[in-house]
Antibody, heavy 122, light 106 residues
Framework: EVQLVESGGGLVKPGGSLRLSCAAS????????MSWVRQAPGKGLEWVGR??????????EYAAPVKGRFTMSRDDSKNTLYLQTNSLKTDDTAVYYC?????????????WGQGTLVTVSS | DIQVTQSPSSLSASVGDRVTITCRAS??????FNWYQQKAGKAPKLLIY???SLQSGVPSRFSGSGSGTDFTLTISSLQPEDFATYYC?????????FGQGTKLEI
């Protein structure tokens, strides 16, 4: 069974940082491209970014609102995806979901974690 | 960036109704299009990928169609558990973009 478990969310002041983690199991994590999607309270879904598998180059791409402030990384030895969030703004308040993105056939978020809430407030 | 426009934003329907939700992409994206269902307080769930392929475990009353710029999600006969919010998504290029969502209500 595929499982994605996010952690690391919490309350942080504007300008602060948090590192979100996503522990993956039930599939070959090293072969998978992964993504982060966020959802502000009462709002729709917003793509944050995606990271390729190391085999495919391991590079990350980001949405414009987070580019330069957020960094995705992965540790395939630990089956864990990370999202380092810096210079946080109140607009970054959201539930952050980790998802699978591409496993060789099509681009879609097949599997989602339960989400971790990040609240940016003074 | 590719914009995705979803309509309607909300929809009232009854059990047994046939329902259609549409999305339009701002440029041609072949069949790189997905649909998700989200229930209150839960993570979204993939329903349809590549415009018309039914994700494993999803009931056959859900179907997707379209290519190019216009896409449709159809629920053939609404069941009580289908009342939720639905999102479309283009996966043709980054940044990946979602539609604004359709809240399906009784």
């Amino acid at each position: 069974e595929v499982q994605l478990v996010e952690s690391g969310g919490g309350l942080v002041k504007p300008g602060g940082s948090l590192r979100l983690s996503c522990a993956a199991s039930g599939f070959t994590f090293s072969n998978a491209w992964m993504s982060w999607v966020r959802q502000a309270p009462g709002k729709g879904l917003e793509w944050v970014g995606r990271i390729k598998s190391q085999t495919d180059g391991g590079t990350a791409e980001y949405a414009a609102p987070v580019k330069g402030r957020f960094t995705m990384s992965r540790d395939d030895s630990k089956n864990t995806l990370y999202l380092q969030t810096n210079s946080l703004k109140t607009d970054d308040t959201a539930v952050y979901y980790c998802t699978t993105w591409y496993s060789g056939s099509y681009f879609a978020s097949d599997y989602w974690g339960q989400g971790t809430l990040v609240t940016v407030s003074s | 960036d590719i914009q995705v426009t979803q309509s309607p934003s909300s929809l009232s329907a009854s059990v047994g109704d046939r329902v259609t939700i549409t999305c339009r992409a701002s440029q041609s994206i072949s069949s790189s299009f997905n649909w998700y269902q989200q229930k209150a307080g839960k993570a979204p769930k993939l329903l349809i990928y590549a415009a018309s392929s039914l994700q494993s475990g999803v009931p056959s009353r859900f179907s997707g169609s379209g290519s190019g710029t216009d896409f449709t999600l159809t629920i053939s006969s609404l069941q009580p558990e289908d009342f939720a919010t639905y999102y479309c998504q283009q996966s043709y290029s980054t940044p990946v973009t979602f539609g604004q969502g359709t809240k399906l209500e009784i």
